[in-house]
């Protein structure tokens, strides 16, 4: 026969492989399973093909099959065996079969899980992220042949299908099991603290200081809240019920809403991954974190050390850059929780848009900061010093720009000057509470923005060490690129207006904030500032420690991002409030006012047992 021939290769009297060389030009869906004509196959092929076709119709689904009825097998013969690589899915729907949550009361009562730290495994199933998942089933239409070969070729489709099929089964629903991984997410903080805190060190040369508060006590206050809180946010809701259901139980249930993604940026890669994930896990949902690329040694630490105290049945880690964050975004979510620029969430939301999955977007913004002519300067400028040079002004929270009038921008900026110096020294970049820039790009990105205005303070640079001080700018025009666009970076300009109203309208003139400030010795001026602006989150006299308490939700709204998080808000953003109504079977004669042949006497009758009436509200004299 020649080479463009199928031939059969009896390599054994017991087992018989039928292959189609590639060089055959035929595809595997139209090569004939018999032996070829002219040649007689075996018994035992013919058997073989006998018992074939009662699964033809099983092995016609395969987009590349090797027919292999194996009896006993040859050990010698063994290396020139091809394995079938397909049926993936049908591993995931065998799983999938599992879908029978336990009860209400079985969620708090004790859950076999993997408790506590694991150990590393040197192969997981969760794990395997592979170009080519393998072939994928062949369906009748043309368009579900062109998704089963997409999500074939995705690297990450078997591990959301991995953490969908353990979701499905109900593991991730009792609450021993939420306690037990929120127990481990606690202990990965404890054991490997220094890690923490070196990791983001070598990342951003932030301080000790500053890498300790929000990337290892604020993650742990978290997770020290959700444990004390856990039964009483998991809890049925019970809700009012109106003379028509007065005999029935109406309840909101706490569900999960299954596999969500986690996104997360660079500038605070332990608490912006982290505390969303203590939501996530105490909602009961299995968890993708994709922290940024940017800050490489952050995510080294989470991708190989995260996972050995996690259940990795539940939980992963997806590293990589903007090439493979777009192919994490085409599989299928539940939820998507992004941390980042609008410019990358509008990417996601675009991802998000196309598989209708909800998400929450935490965006920066241009925080405005308002001086009030009536305060302490010295101490205002202290405040805003630490709160604008923070991580060296990496931050969403940092103040964006200073508002205030032409005399109250003559007196600040001493008090300014007075306070860089007594945290930072006569020259910053020898301070070792200083830190630097994310990387060369954004270096050169923040220090085009010193051309903007009038330099008062700083404004030195070197870009060797990407090292910019801290810098700030005074009479900046409207229309400059500083007031454009969110810095990111240790410069703060002054805007000056005439007055409280005009600096209020300015600010409501500009797309929503995340974080809005304002500075004054006037309760009412304060209060004037919060009432007629619009922003995510809002503090007067001081910034940044509104994210010390968990009862307070952090969020933005409208160009700044939308949904809350932060203790029970985080449970809320990932849990689906699930309205539920149980009704007895008995009492049918209460049902027949809505039942056909339909009457005026009938409808008086459902309307008094089901509306809503004002309340009258009696007052004492």
């Not at 008062?456 to 801290?470: H, K």
Request: proline residues 6%; aromatic residues 10%; glycine residues 6%.
């Amino acid at each position: 026969m020649g080479p463009g021939s199928a031939k059969a290769d009896y390599s054994s009297d017991e087992e018989v492989t039928w292959s189609n060389p590639a060089s055959s030009g035929v595809s595997p869906e139209e090569q004939p399973l018999p032996a070829p004509e002219g040649e007689e196959a075996p018994a035992s092929v013919q058997k073989v093909q006998q018992a074939g076709e009662s699964v033809k119709s099983v092995i016609a689904e395969n987009s590349d099959f090797r027919l292999q009825p194996k009896v006993q097998e040859d050990p010698h013969a063994s290396e020139n065996k091809q394995k079938n690589v397909s049926g993936r899915q049908s591993g995931v729907r065998e799983k999938a079969k599992l879908w029978e949550f336990p009860s209400h009361h079985d969620m708090t009562s004790s859950h076999t899980s993997c408790a506590g730290r694991q150990k590393p495994r040197q192969h997981h199933k969760c794990e395997e992220v592979s170009p080519q998942s393998g072939d994928r089933q062949n369906n009748s239409s043309e368009g579900q042949q062109q998704d089963s070969s997409s999500r074939g070729s995705n690297p990450y489709a078997d591990k959301v299908d991995c953490l969908r099929a353990t979701w499905l089964s109900g593991k991730t629903r009792p609450m021993a099991y939420r306690r037990t991984q929120l127990e481990a997410l606690g202990r990965f903080l404890e054991e490997n603290r220094c890690e923490i805190l070196k990791a983001v060190h070598a990342d951003l040369r932030r301080p000790a200081f500053e890498g300790d508060v929000p990337e290892f006590s604020m993650v742990m206050n978290e997770v020290n809240n959700a444990l004390n809180c856990l039964h009483s946010w998991m809890a049925d809701e019970y809700v009012h019920t109106n003379l028509a259901t007065k005999l029935d139980s109406a309840f909101v249930r706490k569900d999960p809403y299954g596999v969500v993604l986690i996104i997360s940026p660079y500038n605070y890669p332990f608490h912006l991954t982290l505390i969303p994930l203590v939501g996530a896990i105490a909602a009961g949902n299995c968890a993708i974190v994709k922290p940024s690329e940017l800050s490489k040694c952050s995510e080294k630490l989470m991708a190989e050390v995260l996972p050995t105290y996690l259940d990795r049945d539940t939980f992963a880690v997806v590293t990589g850059g903007s090439e493979e964050t777009t192919r994490l975004l085409e599989n299928k979510f539940d939820y998507i929780f992004f941390t980042g620029s609008a410019t990358v969430g509008k990417i996601v939301m675009s991802a998000a848009a196309k598989q209708l999955t909800p998400v929450t977007m935490e965006l920066g913004s241009q925080n405005p900061c308002y001086v009030d002519s009536c305060c302490d300067f010295q101490n205002a400028a202290n405040r805003i010093v630490w709160t604008k040079f923070v991580n060296a002004g990496q931050s969403c929270l940092t103040v964006n720009y200073v508002i205030c009038t032409a005399a109250t921008q003559d007196k600040l900026i001493p008090c300014l000057r007075h306070a860089i110096h007594c945290f930072y020294g006569s020259n910053p970049q020898k301070s070792p509470d200083f830190g630097r820039m994310i990387n060369d790009k954004h270096f050169q990105r923040v220090r085009a923005l010193l051309d903007c205005g009038r330099v008062a303070i700083g404004g030195e640079t070197d870009e060797s060490d990407r090292y910019i001080a801290p810098t700030v700018l005074a009479d900046v025009k409207e229309w400059e690129p500083v007031l454009q666009e969110e810095i990111f970076g240790p410069i703060l300009p002054i805007f000056i207006v005439s007055g409280l109203e005009e600096a209020i309208h300015y600010i409501n003139c500009k797309e929503r904030p995340l974080l809005a400030y304002a500075y004054s010795f006037n309760h009412e001026t304060v209060n004037r500032v919060l009432d007629c602006t619009s922003s995510g989150v809002f503090c007067g006299n001081d910034g940044i420690m509104n994210m010390t308490l968990v009862s307070l939700p952090f969020g933005g709204v409208g160009y700044s991002g939308f949904g809350k998080y932060h203790g029970k808000f985080s449970f809320d953003t990932f849990t689906n409030q699930r309205g539920c109504l149980i009704r007895c079977m008995g009492f049918e004669a209460l049902n027949y006012a809505r039942y056909p042949p339909y009457t005026e006497n009938k409808l008086r009758l459902l309307k008094f047992g089901t509306d809503v009436r004002r309340w009258n509200y009696c007052t004492l004299m």
